[in-house]
C-alpha cells in the first residue's frame, strides 16, 4: 500500500528542492545485512541521477544500520530496524533535473515491499524566496543607504 502527502504544493511548480521522506514497512531479511543496504541506498541514488560526494555508515550491535550520503545534489539517509522490518530513508535533492521518487522506487523493489508511506516536500518556492530576498535587499539598502549630500566635518 503507497501512501503518497505532498506537503507544499506551488502553482507555478518551481522550487529549489525535493525532499522525500520515506518510510518502509514490512521490509524483508536484508535488513540485516547492513553491507548490502548500504549498497542498494547508493545503487538507488545513482540511479535517479544524483553524485555520490562522500558516504559514511555505521551499524549498530546486534543490529540496525543508519548512514548518509553526501550528494553534489544534496543528501540522502538510511536508517534501519531490521528487528521491526522497518526502514525510514530521507532523500533530498536540488534542482529539478533529480527525481528522489525513482531511488525510492528502486529500494521498494531491493527491500521487498510496498507498503512504503512517502512525503513529499518541494522545498524553496522560487517565486517566494524571490519576493522575500527583494525585500530583505530593500529593507537592507534603506537602512544602511548614506544621504546624498554628506558634509565633512571642518578641520582646523
Request: net charge positive.
Amino acid at each position: 500500500m503507497k501512501k503518497s502527502n505532498t506537503t507544499k504544493n506551488n502553482s507555478k511548480n518551481q522550487h529549489l528542492g525535493t525532499h522525500v521522506i520515506a518510510e518502509f514497512f514490512g521490509c524483508n531479511k536484508t535488513l540485516e545485512n547492513a553491507e548490502r543496504v548500504s549498497e542498494y541506498i547508493k545503487a538507488a541514488v545513482i540511479q535517479c541521477g544524483a553524485t555520490i560526494l562522500h558516504e559514511k555508515f555505521h551499524k549498530f550491535s546486534p543490529q540496525g544500520l543508519t548512514g548518509y550520503l553526501l550528494l553534489a545534489e544534496s543528501h540522502a539517509s538510511i536508517h534501519t530496524w531490521p528487528e521491526h522490518n522497518y526502514a525510514a530513508v530521507d532523500i533530498f535533492t536540488c534542482g529539478t533535473t533529480i527525481n528522489p521518487h525513482t531511488a525510492i522506487e528502486y529500494l521498494k523493489e531491493k527491500l521487498c515491499t510496498n507498503d512504503v508511506e512517502i512525503k513529499t516536500i518541494l522545498r524553496g518556492d522560487v517565486y517566494k524566496t524571490t519576493e522575500q530576498n527583494t525585500k530583505a535587499h530593500t529593507a537592507y539598502s534603506e537602512s544602511t543607504s548614506l544621504p546624498s549630500t554628506r558634509t565633512r566635518p571642518s578641520v582646523s
